[in-house]
């Protein structure tokens, strides 16, 4: 049987919190509700976000064992057959925990499934593929969304394209890590969307949370971006990690007019996002 450690760096289990903090933004935009339906939620999403990071290793064994082979099938940690049964099985878990919240939201679950799908099988061989991987994130959004109050919200549906194009910003970015080279300036322009979302849509009483927020984020950010572009001793993979702990960011800067013991949840997260970082690899 494979270790514990290793179904962890399977899975990317240390970027959960962030998927735990989309569907938590994507609940509050949607107008709240019963909070046991949203804990069944990121139930059902974290098993699609795990079932999909081994399907990702199941469709790139091959790729691994020439080029990346201290990933855990080339290692002989796991089999390759027992990474596929665990990935469609979580997968299919996690869409029958979605149906039982409901239609819509098991709906929105199978195009989510099916993008998850789509892109383990073709992002080595495609270049815009993660358009694919930022698809997968804002369905989050509206998935969420659907079991809260009022539903799914023009907001919710906003913010999650927002966060939509942080992630197509951080994964072009992304491409660079097994290269070590340079990478381009103009995915930081996909980076900055949802703090001019932020600033648009948060008015009068809110103005100031979001300017607070907005400059919490881009801080990170620039933080996390100089190990990409410094000419010496460039790290793109600490840099990659720092911006997917920054998700929750982004999530708390949707959500700008929550009250404080919701944007101490958020930080919670992020905080569990850092420690998790430092025992399971976040890419």
């Given at each position: 049987m494979p270790s514990l450690r290793t179904l962890l760096v399977l899975g990317r289990t240390s970027n959960l919190?962030?998927?735990?903090?989309?569907?938590?933004?994507?609940?509050?935009?949607?107008?709240?509700?019963?909070?046991?339906?949203?804990i069944l939620l990121m139930l059902g999403a974290t098993l699609l976000y795990v079932g999909g990071m081994y399907l990702n290793d199941a469709f790139d064994a091959k790729f691994d064992a020439q080029h990346r082979r201290e990933?855990?099938?080339?290692?002989?940690?796991?089999?390759?057959?027992?990474?596929?049964?665990?990935?469609?099985?979580?997968?299919?878990?996690?869409?029958?925990?979605?149906?039982?919240?409901?239609?819509?939201?098991?709906?929105?679950?199978?195009?989510?499934v099916g993008c998850i799908v789509f892109y383990d099988a073709i992002h080595k061989v495609i270049t815009l593929s993660p358009l694919v991987m930022a698809a997968?994130?804002?369905?989050?959004?509206?998935?969420?969304?659907?079991?809260?109050?009022?539903?799914?919200?023009?907001?919710s549906v906003w913010c999650g394209l927002a966060?939509?194009?942080?992630?197509?910003?951080?994964?072009?970015i992304a491409r660079?890590?097994?290269?070590?080279?340079?990478?381009?300036y103009w995915p930081c322009l996909a980076l900055v969307?949802?703090?001019?979302?932020?600033?648009?849509?948060?008015?009068?009483?809110?103005?100031?949370?979001?300017?607070?927020?907005?400059?919490?984020?881009?801080?990170?950010?620039?933080?996390?971006?100089?190990?990409?572009?410094?000419?010496?001793?460039?790290?793109i993979g600490r840099a990659i990690s720092g911006l997917l702990a920054g998700i929750v960011f982004v999530d708390l800067l949707a959500v700008a007019d929550?009250?404080?013991?919701?944007?101490?949840?958020?930080l919670g997260l992020l905080g569990a996002a850092?420690?998790?970082?430092?025992?399971?690899?976040?890419?």
């Open positions: 919190p962030t998927v735990w903090s989309n569907c938590l933004a994507g609940w509050w935009l949607g107008g709240r509700g019963n909070p046991w339906k949203l990933r855990p099938i080339p290692s002989g940690l796991i089999t390759v057959e027992l990474v596929w049964r665990i990935g469609v099985g979580s997968l299919m878990a996690g869409l029958v925990i979605l149906f039982c919240l409901g239609l819509s939201t098991g709906l929105i679950g199978v195009v989510l997968c994130r804002f369905f989050l959004y509206p998935m969420a969304a659907s079991i809260a109050a009022n539903g799914v919200t023009g907001w966060l939509a194009f942080y992630i197509v910003g951080l994964s072009f660079k890590e097994s290269t070590r080279a340079a990478a381009a969307v949802p703090i001019v979302l932020a600033l648009v849509m948060n008015t009068g009483v809110y103005r100031e949370s979001a300017l607070i927020l907005a400059a919490l984020l881009g801080l990170w950010m620039a933080r996390s971006l100089r190990f990409a572009y410094r000419a010496m001793d460039r790290n929550a009250p404080n013991f919701i944007e101490l949840i958020f850092l420690v998790f970082q430092r025992f399971v690899p976040a890419t």
